[in-house]
T-cell receptor, first 114, second 112 residues
Framework: KAGVTQTPRYLIKTRGQQVTLSCSPISGHRSVSWYQQTPGQGLQFLFE???????NKGNFPGRFSGRQFSNSRSEMNVSTLELGDSALYLC?????????????FGSGTRLTVV | QQQVKQSPQSLIVQKGGISIINCAYE??????FPWYQQFPGKGPALLIAIRPDVSEKKEGRFTISFNKSAKQFSLHIMDSQPGDSATYFC???????????FGKGTRLSVIA
C-alpha cells in the first residue's frame, strides 16, 4: 500500500513569490490535513479537507490556502511568500479525519524562502 | 496558545536506559492522546496512542502512562537503543472532527 506522497520534496523561493505544494493521500483516505513544522513552533495545524470541503482551519493568514480534488489529492498554496514561511510542510491523510485518529504523514516539502 | 506542553526539549539517555518524556494538557475535552516518532527527513509516524479510560498502555518497549486527574501523560521507552534516537511528539484531540494539537517535541539521543 503506497504511503502519503508529497511533492516536491524541496523548494527554494524568493520573497513575494507564490508556491503550490501537492499531497497524494493513501488510497481510500478521504481526509487530508496540512501542518507547518518549524524548530521554534513545532507542528502547527493549517487546515483539513474532507471530500473536497475545508472542514477545519488553523490560525494562519489568508495567504495560506488549499483545496482538495475529487480523487482526494490536495494542494496548498502560499502567496506573497515571507521569510518566516520557511518550514517543513507536512500533510497527513486518514480515513475520515475523525479525532485525528491514525494520521499517516508524508515526508514533507521543505520550503526555503530567500 | 500552546494547548499541550511537552518536556524536556532534549534528552540524552544511555543505551539500555529508560527514556521518559512528559506532556501536560488543560483542555478536559481531549480524549485521544497519541505519540509520534520522527526521524530526520521523514514525517512523524504514529508510535502508540491512549484514551483516558485506561491509565497505561504498553506496546513492546513503549509505554504510555496517563493521569487523568493531573491532566498529564508520558511516554516511557524501556531498554532504549541508538535506533530510538529521534524526535518524539505528544499530541491530543477532543472528540469529533478536530485536528491533532501537538507538543513542541523532544529530541532524544541514545548513546552507547
Amino acid at each position: 500500500k503506497a504511503g502519503v506522497t508529497q511533492t516536491p520534496r524541496y523548494l527554494i523561493k524568493t520573497r513575494g513569490q507564490q508556491v503550490t505544494l501537492s499531497c497524494s493521500p493513501i488510497s481510500g483516505h478521504r481526509s487530508v490535513s496540512w501542518y507547518q513544522q518549524t524548530p521554534g513552533q513545532g507542528l502547527q495545524f493549517l487546515f483539513e479537507y474532507f471530500s473536497e470541503t475545508q472542514r477545519n482551519k488553523g490560525n494562519f493568514p489568508g495567504r495560506f490556502s488549499g483545496r482538495q480534488f475529487s480523487n482526494s489529492r490536495s494542494e496548498m498554496n502560499v502567496s506573497t511568500l515571507e521569510l518566516g514561511d520557511s518550514a517543513l510542510y507536512l500533510c497527513a491523510s486518514s480515513l475520515d479525519g475523525r479525532n485525528g485518529i491514525r494520521y499517516t504523514f508524508g515526508s514533507g516539502t521543505r520550503l526555503t524562502v530567500v | 496558545q500552546q494547548q499541550v506542553k511537552q518536556s524536556p526539549q532534549s534528552l540524552i539517555v544511555q543505551k539500555g536506559g529508560i527514556s521518559i518524556i512528559n506532556c501536560a494538557y488543560e483542555n478536559t475535552a481531549f480524549d485521544y492522546f497519541p505519540w509520534y516518532q520522527q526521524f530526520p527527513g521523514k514525517g512523524p509516524a504514529l508510535l502508540i496512542a491512549i484514551r483516558p479510560d485506561v491509565s497505561e498502555k504498553k506496546e513492546g518497549r513503549f509505554t504510555i502512562s496517563f493521569n487523568k486527574s493531573a491532566k498529564q501523560f508520558s511516554l516511557h521507552i524501556m531498554d532504549s537503543q541508538p535506533g530510538d534516537s529521534a524526535t518524539y511528539f505528544c499530541a491530543a484531540t477532543p472528540s469529533g472532527n478536530t485536528p491533532l494539537v501537538f507538543g513542541k517535541g523532544t529530541r532524544l539521543s541514545v548513546i552507547a
